[in-house]
């Protein structure tokens, strides 16, 4: 089934930056699309980023979308999420998820077990 | 966006008993609908994709149904390592949108 880890979680202030990185294993990695989903402490599921297998496509939450950008390395067999002028309302546990289809997302099977980022002053 | 409600929102029912989550879309996707467990303090795992299909490995105590707006979760003889909450996820379209979840704990 593979194993996806997540890094690059931790505190930032408001209208910071921060870059979370999976790396992806014991998959094919270019088979399929990955995504960006998160849980704010206590909260549901939100969705937030997915990347196609050939890295040409992305597709975003409105909640994201021009803040937050979604990259694959081949070469390191990584999903990174580079966020920008960050909010308290992105405080959240972010998970790396694979999809099934290689277009676009479909359903998450496996997770990460998720990179904690909390925004705070 | 499409809405997904879940119901309950949250339950309490003995080992062995039958319990049944509804989620209900606020438009028709067919029959992508898929089903997360997800344990205190763990990632969400995929129980069932397109509605009725259970992944590999998934025990049998576990399946759903549907099709258009309404989708049924079961888990047909509770167990107490079943504790959890479980989100439903459509992907009929942009953006994808999960259940709020049903927290199923043990009486």
């Known amino acids: 089934e593979g194993q996806l880890l997540e890094s690059g979680g931790g505190f930032v202030q408001p209208g910071g930056s921060q870059r979370l990185s999976c790396v992806v294993s014991g998959l094919m990695f270019s088979s399929s699309a990955m995504s960006w989903v998160r849980q704010a402490p206590g909260r549901g599921l939100e969705w937030v980023a997915t990347?196609?297998?050939?890295?040409?496509?992305?597709y975003y939450a409105d909640s994201v979308k021009g803040r937050f950008t979604i990259s694959r390395d081949f070469s390191k067999g990584t999903v990174d999420l580079q966020m920008n002028s960050l909010r308290a309302e992105d405080s959240a546990i972010y998970y790396c998820?694979?999809?099934?289809?290689?277009?676009?997302?479909?359903?998450?099977?496996?997770w990460g077990h998720g990179t904690l980022v909390t925004v705070s002053s | 966006d499409i809405q997904l409600t879940q119901s309950p929102s949250s339950l309490s029912a003995s080992v062995g008993d039958r319990v049944t989550i509804t989620c209900q879309a606020s438009q028709d996707i067919t029959n992508y609908l898929h089903w997360y467990q997800q344990k205190p303090g763990q990632a969400p795992k995929l129980l069932i994709y397109d509605a009725s299909n259970v992944k590999t490995g998934v025990p049998l105590r576990f399946s759903g149904s549907g099709s258009g707006t309404i989708f049924t979760f079961t888990i047909s003889s509770l167990q107490p390592e079943d504790v959890a909450t479980y989100y439903c996820q459509q992907y009929d379209d942009l953006p994808l949108t999960f259940g709020p979840g049903t927290k199923v704990e043990i009486k």
């Open positions: 998820a694979k999809n099934q289809v290689t277009t676009g997302p479909d359903w998450f099977d496996p």
């Open positions: 990347i196609s297998g050939g890295g040409d496509v992305t």
